[in-house]
């Protein structure tokens, strides 16, 4: 049962066996696997219900509907911009579908440095499976990549380096590349045709348009749940809304899971909110002599993954393409003015590559999320090896771009950079790199209630139970140990499965 603010005529208080914090991939999974073992859940979602007709591809519309802050999320210097998902489902009903699994050194890596024997490779193989199967993951067809993807495999194979089709969750896909405003097709196989719908079919009931405000915690099988409808978004009155139940499950993203935590006073855990990772990105925009329309088709179907592990250890750096419509081109291509809008008007010829780094390199944190003074902050800063990495990918998607036929290729530089050809490669070494010098993305938040088997370095177990507050879970990005270094919804998802599977459902 979906239930929204305006079916609320007063206040509401219920009880459930389980509370699950957000809807994304971590939550929609656990609720799917409750249901099916015959527990009551009660999800509540801040964000809006949607259905196919209420993603109509207009932009300007549903990137204020779907995403938090409207689009605009950003750490508090404004030198990263953080897209997540505000919606039913969670950030897979807006992401670009991309489902790579977790690499096998990553979590050989989280064996060796957090205890965690048991998300080896052999034992999160079978989770991979079972994800992959039910969201009818595969690999892009030859066939299906659009010239904007091709331009990678062409470029990469020009340079003599790695580069191939990726995997996606989708099941009949034309291609019109609106993903990142939600599938009005219903071929992009997210949370709301997947996890969630098998939840649905169970004793379970989510609450859209309705924000937990706090864990009223009260033993290891007696909480609540404090939230309330967002009303002034649909024009009727807020109502307050409280679940008691005998487990809670955090879902609320490495952004919003240490905020309803900290907001809740549950931070015996000093490590709470901190080591926050982001694959930070920047971007290359190839200008061709022929048409791209990088608006189309279907998005990431290709990537070179040559340099992940440049420093030997595991850390290193991606390239992939970004679909870009009109109204996130304009916002942002690099330039001011004339130059900008220059750029703009060649849109149909753009080629837009993006670098992503495995940041946490240096083995620090680097990044943190707290509640202060009645909002939330978000601080991070690049290490130093993570910043060299994001520099020596933004010149091999530079030469990428070139060796693919681009005329001219653009970064994101404060001070407006053109390079020609190649040999234009080196200025940008001289070129300012901090805060806002170069604007930076991010859609891959994990990291700020990381597991392992020792409450001094992690906040959760392996069975992603919080290690000071038996009987609350926390089942998001958030309790990634490290950046995953591929897109990470399959890795939440499969951890989240592993997780469960040694919770013995829950404990309950």
Not at 3 to 31: M, N, R
Not at 297 to 307: H, L, M
Not at 377 to 392: A, F, G, N, Q, V
Not at 481 to 488: K, L
Request: charged share 20%.
């Amino acid at each position: 049962m979906i239930i929204q603010p305006f079916h609320l005529s007063e206040d509401v208080s219920v009880e459930t066996d389980v509370c699950i914090i957000g809807s994304g991939a971590g939550g929609s999974l656990v609720a799917a696997r409750l249901a099916q073992n015959g527990y009551s859940v009660i999800i509540l979602e801040e964000g809006p219900f949607v259905t196919r007709e209420d993603l109509n591809q207009n932009e300007r519309e549903l990137l204020r509907r779907l995403y938090q802050q409207q689009a605009s999320q950003a750490t508090d210097d404004m030198s990263i911009r953080i897209l997540q998902g505000r919606v039913f489902g969670g950030s897979p009903t807006i992401n670009w579908m991309t489902c790579l699994r977790t690499p096998d050194h990553v979590l050989e890596e989280w064996i060796r440095e957090f205890e965690l024997e048991e998300y080896s490779p052999r034992s999160m193989s079978s989770h991979f499976d079972f994800v992959a199967k039910r969201m009818k993951v595969h690999t892009v067809p030859d066939e299906e990549h659009n010239p904007q993807n091709r331009l990678i495999l062409d470029g990469a194979r020009a340079l003599g380096i790695h580069a191939e089709a990726s995997q996606n969750n989708s099941e009949g896909c034309i291609g019109c590349g609106y993903c990142g405003i939600g599938c009005y097709y219903d071929a992009k196989q997210d949370m709301r045709l997947t996890f969630l719908k098998d939840a649905l079919k169970g004793n379970t009931t989510v609450y859209t348009g309705v924000r937990a405000e706090q864990i009223r915690y009260f033993g290891s099988t007696e909480q609540a749940v404090v939230g309330v409808s967002l009303g002034h978004e649909y024009g009727v009155p807020s109502r307050s809304v409280r679940v008691s139940c005998k487990r809670v499950v955090v879902a609320g993203s490495a952004i919003g899971t240490p905020i309803v935590l900290q907001k809740s006073r549950l931070t015996k855990n000093r490590i709470l909110g901190k080591f926050l990772h982001l694959h930070p990105v920047t971007i290359a925009v190839g200008r061709y002599d022929r048409l791209i329309d990088p608006s189309y088709g279907i998005p990431q179907s290709t990537w070179s993954e040559e340099y992940w592990n440049v420093n030997g250890e595991g850390y290193g750096f991606w390239v992939e393409v970004a679909p870009v419509q009109p109204i996130l081109g304009g916002i942002n291509m690099p330039g001011m003015g004339e130059e900008r809008r220059e750029i703009v008007r060649n849109l149909r010829r753009l080629g837009v590559m993006i670098v992503l780094v495995r940041d946490g390199a240096d083995k620090k944190s680097s990044g943190e999320v707290k509640w202060i003074r009645g909002r939330k902050s978000i601080r991070y800063r690049l290490s130093p090896t993570d910043k060299k990495h994001l520099l020596m990918g933004l010149e091999n998607a530079i030469e990428i771009q070139f060796a693919a036929g681009a005329k001219e290729v653009y970064t994101l530089h404060a001070q407006f950079t053109k390079l020609t050809s190649p040999d234009d490669i080196p200025k940008i070494r001289n070129l300012r790199n901090g805060p806002n010098e170069l604007p930076l993305f991010s859609a891959h938040p994990t990291g700020t209630a990381r597991m392992g088997g020792n409450s001094s370095y992690s906040v959760v177990g392996p069975t992603l139970e919080m290690h000071d507050y038996p009987g609350v879970y926390i089942m998001d990005g958030s309790v990634l140990p490290t950046a995953p270094g591929v897109n990470p919804m399959i890795t939440i998802l499969g951890v989240v499965s592993r997780g469960y599977e040694l919770s013995d459902n829950l404990g309950l």
